[in-house]
């Protein structure tokens, strides 16, 4: 584990943030196909780096979870490349990407230094894209998370997570070069998120991840120019876990994979709302902007209310909950 | 009628905001480099939930911050930032933390806390939101964060410019000059005479000021160039060009700044901005206008500047 | 035109506001089809009832429109049929409708005496039911919307508006019964808004509306219950402006018939934002609720910017702004 | 443990919540029907920029509101209601208007427009937004809303119950009651003494006042049921049963009014609530708990209530 370690000589709020977690006493792990994370709690895709390791205890989260990583190297998109909107925070980072080997090469040494397995985020342009990605990255890494949130180039650019039969066919593909535990990251606009869980499934993924930013365009005040470089983004944070909630409950209800939840994760009660309608597991985005230790925070409050109630899973508090 | 007049208003201000993103991005293109690895190593940035010991206004516009945190006020370097968690405020809540210069830095004594004093604007909904926070309480925050000003060993000399809230980019920097002995001029910029900061600031550090302003013209970018080059054109001892020229405003004044790097053959460090949400160089929010290859990321605000090198363009 | 009349003793808002509407001095009118409005303005469905006869200048709008007609008589969902949460306001009134002879019989009347075009709110649960409504229509109203955000009964209950071939069965059926024209409001939830508008369009359609209210599973803070009788509700107001901006935009590029914007307008300017990016008229839902003349509003601000401004149309308008 | 003790509170809270909810449900379900077509026509509601009056704290957890409308307050009838628009408070927009019952209304004099009083607790975002609203402002409303408390033509004597802020729902119908010569009993029902709303109405209108509470067990609908029917049991001339009984509260407090009527033989009519966007009838939203045919949409508690008959179901 990369130690929080305060100036001694001047003390910040790290040192006792990290001395203080309260023992984790109720075994809360979860399994991720061959992948046990002793937390059902990660962040989410983008919204995490190596960086943080010297600023929160990365070891109280159950995985580390990359910037997606696609095949070719290239440059994220043109400023702006996020803003803040009454609605929500918007992003087009991009996909700034050194490819599998740049990865392996910088970044991913710096994963491996954490305390935590860390999952590594898989893109492409089309379906035929992930599985040599996969592939490159061999044995590093602890599980893929196939980002299918992407345009299709072979599909006049709608999303290849849209789409049932593109996530099986890289679904497929992904599970024939990996034994490794494959997520599955669903887009929000999609006709049927039960179709595209399922094609997940079905073509061998280990847990779907539900669900990505939804994709917006903000426009300034004053100007009614588009705020972003890339004129459209991804709209996450608070405003949109209600839209996500509905689809996580059509997910689970329609899969028996792990269903990981993702949108506007804050605390360890919008954590319980998810699992309330079915998640395993939950992923911390836009939240750890403001609060880094946003994700630290939802791990230890759900150890804090499993121990108050006296239960030992998660499962037995809900139910706990639903018969007052 | 007044709702003509109101639309008038509104059409004039989107014209100017239009006028000036795009004057902007023209001055800064190919205009900036990320600098040479740096000699002094950067402090690691911590988080800290600082005591809100001061928050008033500042002049006509602007809002004073003074936040206690020994750790960040020791390690913090010149012209580094920090990024602020505004607290939700009446049932609004702000998701991103504002990155927000490091205006002053006060190391702790044997009976005081260190602390730094931040100075802003009120002009958005993140901004709104922190100056309704009251003082007694904590204010999290992130820092310090990102590459600063830095002095070249034997720097002798420096001009400073800083223009409205960019001149609390540049204030550390007139502080590590004062430590260093160096002879330091900085020129204040702004509309109003009212809303120049840092008079007070220049004083206590033995700074010699330029004041110029929109209201009597001498902020004009022609006549401010003029008047620099004038100044500092070598016929005196006492007018030697300055051996650095550290800058924090707009594109366009970085631009000025570069153009005077060039008359006198001095490297030129101009602090920039960009929209953040990590501070800390993980989530690529904060592309710098830095021309690259289509398929290599370029450098990030946060973690490559906010301070970069300036220079003209040749091609 | 019915009049809106303060009682002379005392007298209320009401009279000082229809006193003042500003001469409608520029022609704002659109074709929709065969139907012109003069001015591009209307109530969203749902929204807007002849209740407001009396409250409002209702003949400033472009049209009415009624709530969705389905084919027979059914009741709505058990409460809460609605709530307000930070994100936005959720319904799940459901469709409570008396079908198209009960709708003739007791509410068209009172639509009638209205001084605007009425645009009668088609709905179906498979592609099949919505031509025999729109024929037991017949010669009243005058234009269909075609509420395709209803979940098709015949595809596992994925929504009819999802897929572009039940778009186009839908569409082309109500052609051969109708000349009136057809506007078809799409549901935010889709693989790609383009294909869809473009069945729309190629079936036979005059107009697509985008879009209807964004599905959302809203949980009781405090007892983690779904807050909705029905569970899942759409999510309506100014949060979901920017994710409905991209999707007019997009719907814009993909099609030549008008698109009318659907999502969060309160004031002129949100209009002015939607036309910027494509839209030729708009509908106005959840602002009328807190403020019931909202959209006569948006009319007058689009006539006040436009004589301001000295300029024609909202084209010009919109130019004039660009190139400022 | 701070946090178990929070944690235990929130516990507590929903379990009460749900209880409430469930309770309520269980109480109205077959309870109520639309009443017969009404004598009095009703006003043509309006809408109105009210100014704010009065705007202070009421008891020890209320909020009590004067607004001048005189169109509102020439017209309201009894047990009508107003639907408030929420102006947006520091950057937190109310998108639905609140539905507020009118507690008082004051016709308008030679000097003085007329006005409309009403009380609302603060317990969510609208009605915390709507706390905040300064005295000065104007406020806009829309009404006389709804069907409310209808007296008979002959009614002599009523029994009024309120609970909470449904204080505010029966007042109307005293103010009425008061008018007609009606001899009128108030039961004032809450949690503490302090909470009490209505005292200093009931007076000023002559009405005689039970006040009960949880904090005594006096309001217990047990204990409130034993001491009512002992109250009018028919002993005495003055102890004769009402001729009608109106109730404004939970939903288990509209069945023990509705046992009372059976037990006496007079009707009872009791005020409901419902999550409202439009109040006006058109957008279905405030379904009211009438059983009806899965094919026919049912009563609407904006346009067929709020006061519905209340009956003790017979099956
Ligand atoms: C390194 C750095 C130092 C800064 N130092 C200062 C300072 O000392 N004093 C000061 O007043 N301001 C400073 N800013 C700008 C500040 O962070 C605010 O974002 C800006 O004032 C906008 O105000 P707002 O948040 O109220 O606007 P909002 O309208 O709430 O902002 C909307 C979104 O746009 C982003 N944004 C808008 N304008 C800017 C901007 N100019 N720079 C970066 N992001 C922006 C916001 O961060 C937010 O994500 C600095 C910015 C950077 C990058
Ligand atoms: C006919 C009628 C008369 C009313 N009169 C009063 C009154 O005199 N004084 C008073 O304090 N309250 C009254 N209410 C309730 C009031 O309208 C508020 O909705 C309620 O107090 C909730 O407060 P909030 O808006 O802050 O809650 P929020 O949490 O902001 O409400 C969220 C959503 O739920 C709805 N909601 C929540 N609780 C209720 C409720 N009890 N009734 C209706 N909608 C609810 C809100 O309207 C909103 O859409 C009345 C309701 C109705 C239907
Ligand atoms: C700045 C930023 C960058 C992101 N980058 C990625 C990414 O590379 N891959 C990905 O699958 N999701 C990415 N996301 C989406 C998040 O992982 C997450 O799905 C989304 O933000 C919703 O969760 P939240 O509301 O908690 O932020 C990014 C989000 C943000 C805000
Ligand atoms: C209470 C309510 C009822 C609605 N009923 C319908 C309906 O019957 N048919 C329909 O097509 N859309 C219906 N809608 C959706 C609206 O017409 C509109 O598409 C949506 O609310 C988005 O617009 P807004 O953000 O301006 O409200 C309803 C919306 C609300 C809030
Ligand atoms: S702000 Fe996140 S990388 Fe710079
Ligand atoms: S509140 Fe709209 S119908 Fe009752």
């Known amino acids: 584990m990369v130690a929080v370690r305060a100036d001694t000589e001047f003390p910040d709020a790290r040192a006792a943030y990290a001395a203080a977690p309260g023992a984790a006493t109720v075994d809360l792990s979860v399994r991720i196909g061959s992948l046990t994370l002793h937390t059902p709690v990660m962040p989410a895709s983008g919204c995490f780096g190596p960086e943080l390791g010297a600023l929160i205890p990365v070891a109280e989260l159950g995985a580390a979870v990359t910037k997606t990583v696609f095949g070719s190297a290239r440059g994220g998109n043109p400023v702006h490349r996020l803003t803040e909107i009454p609605a929500g925070m918007v992003n087009s980072v991009g996909i700034p990407s050194r490819g599998p080997v740049g990865y392996l090469a910088t970044l991913h040494p710096r994963y491996a230094a954490l305390d935590v397995p860390t999952i590594i985020s898989v893109g492409g342009h089309r379906p035929s894209e992930y599985a040599p990605v996969v592939a490159a990255l061999g044995e590093n890494g602890a599980a893929f998370e196939l980002n299918v949130s992407c345009p299709n180039l072979d599909r006049n650019g709608t999303d290849i997570g849209s789409d049932p039969a593109a996530i099986r066919e890289v679904v497929a593909a992904v599970r024939l070069v990996t034994d490794k535990p494959i997520i599955v990251k669903l887009p929000v606009l999609v006709a049927s998120i039960a179709d595209c869980a399922r094609a997940a499934e079905e073509a061998g993924a280990d847990a779907v991840c539900v669900a990505n930013s939804i994709p917006a365009m903000p426009l300034d005040a004053l100007t009614r120019r588009p705020i972003l470089g890339n004129v459209i983004g991804g709209l996450s944070g608070p405003s949109i876990k209600p839209i996500v909630l509905r689809l996580v409950w059509l997910a689970s209800r329609a899969v028996q994979i792990p269903v990981i939840a993702c949108g506007g994760v804050e605390t360890a009660d919008d954590a319980l709302d998810y699992f309330s309608v079915g998640a395993s597991a939950v992923q911390v985005g836009t939240a750890s902007f403001a609060r880094p230790f946003a994700a630290v925070e939802v791990a230890r409050g759900l150890q804090q209310r499993c121990r108050d109630a006296e239960v030992g899973t998660i499962r037995e508090l809900l139910e706990l909950d639903a018969a007052l | ?19 000036f993103a795009e004057a902007d991005a023209r001055a800064l293109d190919g205009l900036v480099s990320v600098r ?104 999290q925050v992130t820092g310090p964060l ?28 007139a502080e590590d000059a004062q430590a260093a002995g160096i002879r330091t001029t900085m020129v204040l910029s702004g509309q109003r005479p009212e809303q120049l900061l840092g008079r007070a600031d220049c004083a206590e550090l033995g700074v010699r000021v330029i004041a110029v302003t929109d209201d009597d013209g001498s902020s004009d970018l022609v006549t401010l160039s003029a008047g620099l080059r004038a100044e500092f054109d070598g016929a005196t001892p ?11 405003g707009a594109g366009v004044l970085a631009r000025l700044a570069a153009e005077l790097g060039a008359h006198w053959g001095v490297p030129v460090q101009a602090s920039l901005e960009a929209h953040m949400a990590c501070g800390l160089g993980y989530c690529h929010g904060c592309a710098a ?24 363009p040749v091609d």
């Open chain 2, 146 to 173: 990102g590459r600063g000003f830095e002095f070249e060993t034997g720097t002798r000399s420096a001009l400073l410019i800083g223009r409205g809230v960019g001149i609390c980019g540049v204030m550390g920097a």
């Open chain 2, 238 to 248: 006492e007018r030697t060009p300055p051996d650095v020229v550290m800058v924090c």
């Open chain 2, 289 to 312: 206008p830095v021309r690259t290859d289509a398929s290599v990321e370029g450098p990030l605000v946060c973690a490559d500047g906010p301070v970069f090198d300036a220079r003209i």
């Open chain 2, 1 to 19: 009628m007044r709702a003509t007049a109101a639309a008038a208003a509104r059409r004039e201000a989107a014209a100017r905001a239009r006028a």
């Open chain 2, 36 to 139: 040479p690895r740096q000699a002094v190593p950067r402090p690691q940035p911590v988080w800290d939930d600082a005591e809100m010991l001061v928050h008033e206004p500042a002049g006509e516009r602007y809002r004073r911050l003074v936040l206690a945190s020994s750790s960040i006020a020791h390690t913090a370097l010149a012209g580094q930032f920090l990024m602020i968690t505004v607290p939700p405020h009446a049932g609004d809540t702000i998701l991103l933390p504002r990155p927000m210069a490091i205006h002053r830095r006060r190391p702790a004594t044997a009976d005081q806390p260190g602390t730094v004093e931040l100075i802003y604007g009120v002009v958005g909904r993140g901004t709104r939101a922190l100056a309704a926070v009251p003082v007694g309480g904590t204010l």
